[in-house]
């Protein structure tokens, strides 16, 4: 498996939102119900969230099996919400659980610099103490937690798909998803700041809609919820780019959304 250095990282963001643009009425509808799972999934005390966590790797891979028909100029179907199980399952939780350890391990990093503020309001929703805001304990967690945090998100940032699309052990997918993200960190920081500006344009056409609809807050709430799931299958679309463009397809035949 050869990591290609990545050119078209501000490319990512556009190319996501033409392959939303392919089918977005469907697009939103799966999202929507990934959404209704999940939170499904959450009302079950401890396990709900846990398994939530352990399917994660999973979902991903589905999204991204989504994105490679499209890109294939194949129609969506509902079936393809679970495309993401039917291969190399076992990695992929075990992929889940190695994400959740790591998470868990950065919030407890972060609580030596807040004694635990940020991790209770991440896992527990207990909001944080005033004093913690007031003396900068929380916003120094918060960048402990970023930095900490920056190295688990390369790294698994395309191993689910490499173990669904390329048989990889969870253990080489990751080490390859980390030095993919390593060696094409110019690329990423790219599309980061193409997420910041696209997100600040985002809100500000809200705040505008909001402002407009003031004397409607019911429709303002509906407006937003639909521009938030609307957003995601460009953002989904954005991971696939990435991936096609880091890990481009070896041969013309390689067809991993029709297997999956």
């Given amino acids: 498996m050869k990591i290609v250095p990545a050119k078209n990282g501000w490319l990512w963001l556009a190319r996501g939102f033409r392959l939303f643009r392919k089918s977005p009425a469907t697009w939103t509808l799966l ?6 799972l999940i939170a499904l999934l959450n009302q079950v005390p401890v396990a709900g969230p846990l ?4 399917f994660l790797p999973a979902f991903s891979v589905s999204f991204m099996a989504m994105c490679d028909v ?11 919400l679970f495309a993401g199980f039917r291969r190399e399952l076992p990695t992929l939780v075990t992929m889940g659980g190695l994400y959740l350890a790591s998470i868990m391990a950065v919030l407890a990093l972060s609580a030596l610099a807040d004694g635990g503020a940020l991790l209770n309001w991440i896992v527990h929703a207990d909001a944080p103490p005033v004093s913690a805001i007031q003396d900068g304990s929380l916003q120094r967690a918060v960048i402990v937690a970023a930095v900490a945090g920056t190295p688990v998100v390369m790294a698994f940032w395309f191993a689910p798909v490499l173990s669904a699309w390329e048989g990889m052990g969870a253990a080489k997918a990751l080490f ?12 990423f920081l790219i ?16 705040a505008t809609a909001t402002v407009l609809l003031r004397g409607n807050p019911g429709m303002a709430r509906m407006l937003l919820f639909v ?3 609307a957003s995601l299958p460009t953002i989904f679309g954005s991971f696939y780019a990435a991936y096609r463009d880091v890990f481009p397809p070896s041969t013309v035949t390689d067809e991993p959304a029709a297997a999956a």
Avoid at 31 to 36: A, E, K, L
Avoid at 51 to 54: D, E, F, K, P, V
Avoid at 176 to 187: D, E, I, M, T, V
């Fill in 31 to 36: 999202v929507f119900t990934y959404w209704i």
């Fill in 51 to 54: 398994i939530a966590t352990l």
């Fill in 70 to 80: 499209l890109d294939r100029g194949g129609k969506l179907h509902p079936v393809l």
């Fill in 176 to 187: 390859f998803s980390f030095f993919a993200g390593l060696r094409n960190w110019r690329a």
């Fill in 191 to 206: 599309y980061g700041l193409a997420l910041v500006i696209a997100g600040s344009a985002f809100s500000a056409l809200l």
């Fill in 227 to 229: 521009a938030v799931l």
